[in-house]
């Protein structure tokens, strides 16, 4: 199901001076290029000095338009983009309007609170129904009987969230109706609120980093304790009917949802958190906790309230390859060469070779080449209805040309099916189709820098750690990977993508944020050694610093006895607002360190530069010759006969915010020696070959001849 068209209310159209200029015809495709040069090329075409300010690289647009003035393109582009048109000198720049932005925000807001409201209304129901063993009882003989296979057991009383808590497993038994209360005790607007990667901890016994729980703490251990001894008879009597292989022990819940014994909870927590999720996505969950006086959590529940899936809800009906699918609309052969070459050139380099690729694949500081299909797709959109077009699409619209493939040739179909998945129509009754994506705030935050991602893919080898971190300081997207960068970093990098790996997963990093946003002196003393504290940073730092503790992704707390060292040590679970009740203490040290160990490489699949070694596949080789079949169905595991020694440089930041914890980040620098010997399997030193024969050990001796994962 998709979600409901965004009600937005178009701003007027800006008054723009009687410049007689503006007035003259203009005929015009400029294809999804950043606002910077849409207004370039639009000034261009016209022969007027037009410019975009630098803060609109990060925006895309689309023009089509045949004998249009001048000034109604203007007008309509900034109607479109949120933004305004000032004079500047004998031309025009483009900026971003405050006032339209801000309109725009108020609105997806009051969208996001509607939603919330309704999830609400089912916690309600869930948390004012009866509450009987029967009845309960009845409910879990039906899950049972749902269960495919059932891998958890009859006791399984923890159930991943979904967007609807009535769906939810969890959300009928005691922590489920707890949780429903607790969110029904605090304001609405305060989920609604939340941006990305934000979490709120409210709590019943609140430090200064948290907010009051308005719920008292006897009354609820009443109700809770009720529950749950319905809970325990209605498990009793479940289990007597079960098969005797998943009886329990009639004394209680899956140790999972209930521990047992008596518990006199102390305090209940409830936090807030707005996750980041892949293809710019975000989903609000809800973690509610009892916790006993010594901080110790013995109960725990989570749920969704709200989640942006408009895009992946949109995604679930492509099941088929893009390159092969039929194109149900005008597209040029350069638009789907393109969308080609992004799945195909990992595995074929000769995609590589095509002059398109130099010229156009690896400037999207240009022209956006992936969200080539997207502007025909659009285009014919207008052109099948006689309309003029404006358009802008944010970085996940490159999936609007893929899903436009099998979009119906009927006009009126397809519009809806864009309008159902992607885009507010916008269009007014004078000729124009005008669309803007839907949750245009947000997409807009998650957008990334075209000129910084130019510069990005266009740079030769593996990436250094201070490549990497000035790039994540200026990729201005928000926490998350988008669709648009991934698709280039994997993709199009003019380098093998397994290069890139090792990094890529670091981008949303606060810590590579902060250490990006150095200047060069400042970075190369801090990733030499030199500490930096809290209190010395500036006020962009400090924020970093913060989002890096409290924020979704910084929940990598470590404890050790010994500032500084570099061993991996243990994760602590403690709750951060509890650890540090008054906010990070101006003695909080922000350190790099350094851990250097040897490293085997192999050839790289074209041969032209050398990987990390595939320990995999080399098992593979040595296993096969004691079990042949091994290889029967191996054909993509070619042997690797050539070995080259080099080194990997790992930097851990370390922010330390107590005496003996700190948050941590780490990175992997992979080096390969100029003039490093080239050696056999049979030359490479036995504590490099370890795991390699290790893992091969088990190819032989493994049944299936796969091997057994540890979990590590």
């Given amino acids: 199901m998709f979600i409901a068209t965004l009600a937005l209310v178009v701003a007027g159209f800006q008054n723009l001076p009687a410049d007689e200029r ?31 300010d630098d803060r609109l690289a990060s925006q895309v647009a689309i023009v089509d338009v045949h004998e249009a003035r001048l000034r109604d393109v203007m007008d309509r582009l900034a109607t479109v983009t949120d933004t305004e048109w000032v004079k500047n000198g004998d031309g025009y720049l483009l900026r971003q309007s405050a006032p339209k932005r801000q309109e725009r925000a108020q609105a997806e807001y009051a969208l996001r609170l509607s939603q919330i409201q309704k999830a609400l209304d089912k916690y309600r129901e869930i948390a004012s129904q009866g509450y009987q063993a029967t009845n309960l009882a009845n409910y879990i003989r039906e899950q049972n009987r749902q269960q495919q296979n059932g891998d958890q057991g009859m006791g399984r009383f923890m159930e991943a969230p979904t967007a609807d808590p009535s769906k939810e497993y969890g959300a009928f038994l005691p922590t489920g109706r707890a949780l429903a209360r607790a969110l029904l005790s605090i304001d609405p607007s305060v989920p ?122 949109s995604m679930l009906g492509i099941d088929f390859d893009p390159t092969e699918a039929p194109v149900q609309f005008d597209a040029r052969p350069d638009s789907i060469w393109h969308i080609k070459a992004l799945m195909g050139v990992m595995r074929d380099e000769n995609y590589k070779k095509d002059p398109r690729f130099n010229t156009i694949m690896l400037h999207p500081d240009a022209v956006e080449p992936l969200s080539l299909l997207t502007s025909d797709l659009l285009a014919d959109v207008a052109k099948k209805g006689g309309l003029n077009l404006i358009a802008e699409l944010s970085d996940d619209d490159i999936i609007a040309g893929i899903v436009g493939m099998t979009l119906d040739k009927d006009l009126t179909r397809a519009r809806e099916k864009l309008e159902s998945t992607l885009f507010d129509d916008l269009s007014q009754n004078d000729g124009w189709l005008m669309m803007r994506p839907k949750f245009a705030a947000s997409r807009r935050s998650s957008q990334v820098n075209r000129k910084a991602l130019g510069t990005m893919i266009r740079s030769v080898g593996t990436p250094s750690l201070s490549e990497l971190a000035r790039y994540a300081s200026d990729r201005g997207v928000g926490p998350q990977m988008n669709l648009i ?18 990094g890529l997963d670091t981008l949303d990093s606060p810590a590579l944020k902060f250490i990006g946003g150095l200047d060069n002196a400042g970075m190369s003393a801090f990733l030499a050694g030199v500490p930096r504290t809290y209190s010395s940073m500036t006020p962009s730092q400090k924020s970093l610093m913060d989002e890096f503790v409290y924020g979704c992704a910084g929940q990598n707390l470590r404890s050790s006895d010994a500032p500084g060292e570099n061993e991996v040590d243990p994760e602590v679970s403690e709750e951060v607002t509890d650890l540090l009740p008054n906010g990070i203490p101006a003695g909080g040290t922000a350190r790099m360190i350094h851990q250097d160990r040897p490293t085997l490489f192999q050839p790289s699949p074209d041969g032209k530069s050398w990987m990390p070694v595939d320990q995999y596949s ?18 993509q595991f070619k042997p690797v006969t050539q070995f080259r020694i080099g080194g990997t440089r790992g930097y851990i930041f370390q922010f330390w915010v107590t005496a003996k914890t700190y948050y941590s980040w780490s990175f992997d620098q992979r080096v390969m020696p100029e003039g490093s010997s080239t050696l056999t399997y049979d030359q490479v030193p036995a504590e490099l070959k370890r795991s390699i024969e290790d893992l091969a050990r088990q190819l032989v001796t493994t049944p299936s001849g796969g091997y057994e994962d540890d979990g590590g």
């Avoid at 990667?197 to 308005?214: A, C, E, G, H, Y």
């Avoid at 993709?491 to 290069?499: H, K, P």
């Avoid at 080399?618 to 010759?625: E, R």
């Fill in 618 to 635: 080399v098992a593979l080789q040595i296993a096969a010759k004691t079990r042949p079949e091994l290889l029967k169905d191996a054909q």
């Fill in 192 to 313: 609604a609120s939340l941006t990305s990667d934000q979490r709120i901890v409210f709590s019943t016994n609140p430090t200064k980093m948290q907010r009051s729980l308005p719920i008292d703490v006897k009354k609820e251990a009443a109700s809770f304790a009720a529950d749950l001894a319905v809970a325990r008879e209605a498990y009793k009597t479940v289990s007597k009917d079960a098969p005797a292989g998943e009886r329990g022990d009639g004394e209680g819940m899956d140790e999972a949802a209930d521990p047992g014994g008596d518990f006199a909870p102390a305090r209940f927590r409830l936090v807030l958190s707005r996750t980041p999720q892949f293809f710019g996505s975000d989903t609000i969950t809800a973690l509610w906790s009892a916790l006993e006086k010594d901080g110790n959590e013995v109960y725990q529940q989570q749920s969704t309230l709200w989640t942006d899936s408009f895009l992946s809800q």
């Fill in 485 to 502: 960068e991934l698709a280039y970093l994997l993709g199009v990098r003019s380098d093998s993508a397994g290069s890139f790996m090792s």
């Fill in 22 to 52: 503006l007035d003259a015809k203009l005929t015009a495709r400029i294809d999804a290029s950043s606002l910077q040069q849409v207004a370039h090329v639009l000034g261009k075409k016209a022969g007027l000095n037009l410019s975009g």
